[in-house]
T-cell receptor
Framework: AQKITQTQPGMFVQEKEAVTLDCTYD???????LFWYKQPSSGEMIFLIY??????QNATEGRYSLNFQKARKSANLVISASQLGDSAMYFC?????????????FGSGTQLTVLP | SQTIHQWPATLVQPVGSPLSLECTVE??????LYWYRQAAGRGLQLLFY??????ISSEVPQNLSASRPQDRQFILSSKKLLLSDSGFYLC????????????????FGSGTRLTVV
């Protein structure tokens, strides 16, 4: 079964509007972390935001916020006031805290295009 | 500060040729190290991870191998490349235990675009 599911292969948003990128996850761990990364066409992976499973408040980083609904196992990324530079691939990822490797498992990504 | 170096940035190799991609980390000790591969337009697939020198775990059976000869060096290799090995390869590191760094413990290299022809 997929551990991270991103159901939106592509999204369009008008400049200055808000957009929500969906992410659902599957884990039996009680302790885990959820991440969002941005990947522009250059290929680098840019960390955006992190949410721990025990964090009661939704994480926010500037224009990025994470809508964390633990019971639904969803961790949607909200980008407010979209900018042209936000056009990129966005990946949701999860780290399960059991085990020593603590590797990230990624979703398939959402290609966001911001329209002028 | 911690940095991660990955090279080369771009590589075009013929089918059947060997491969060696190198990743080194500076400014930290005992990191967890990871090799990911990204096919065009797809997500990242974990290939290998290492929690210490000489300790390599493989996530998927494949034509590739990994080695960690030094604490902060991680090498991805192949004896004979296949067309299906083409992709974008990313190295990453994280802290092994305890609290995370400012980006919560995962730093990625700049990646290597491998094209097998």
């Amino acid at each position: 079964a997929q551990k991270i599911t991103q159901t939106q292969p592509g999204m369009f948003v008008q400049e200055k509007e808000a957009v929500t990128l969906d992410c659902t996850y599957d884990t039996s761990d009680q302790s885990y972390g959820l991440f969002w990364y941005k990947q522009p066409s250059s290929g680098e992976m840019i960390f955006l935001i992190y949410q721990g499973s025990y964090d009661e408040q939704n994480a926010t980083e500037g224009r990025y916020s994470l809508n964390f609904q633990k019971a639904r196992k969803s961790a949607n990324l909200v980008i407010s006031a979209s900018q042209l530079g936000d056009s990129a691939m966005y990946f949701c990822a999860m780290r399960e805290n059991s085990g020593s490797a603590r590797q990230l498992t990624f979703g398939s990504g959402t290609q966001l295009t911001v329209l002028p | 500060s911690q940095t991660i170096h990955q090279w080369p940035a771009t590589l075009v190799q013929p089918v059947g040729s060997p491969l060696s991609l190198e990743c080194t980390v500076e400014g930290t000790s005992n990191p967890n190290l990871y090799w990911y591969r990204q096919a065009a337009g797809r997500g990242l697939q974990l290939l290998f991870y290492s929690v210490g020198i000489g300790q390599i775990s493989s996530e998927v059976p494949q034509n590739l191998s990994a080695s960690r000869p030094q604490d902060r060096q991680f090498i991805l290799s192949s004896k004979k490349l296949l067309l299906s090995d083409s992709g974008f390869y990313l190295c990453a590191w994280s802290v092994r235990q305890g609290t995370f760094s400012v980006n919560y413990g995962y730093t990625f290299g700049s990646g290597t675009r491998l094209t097998v022809v």
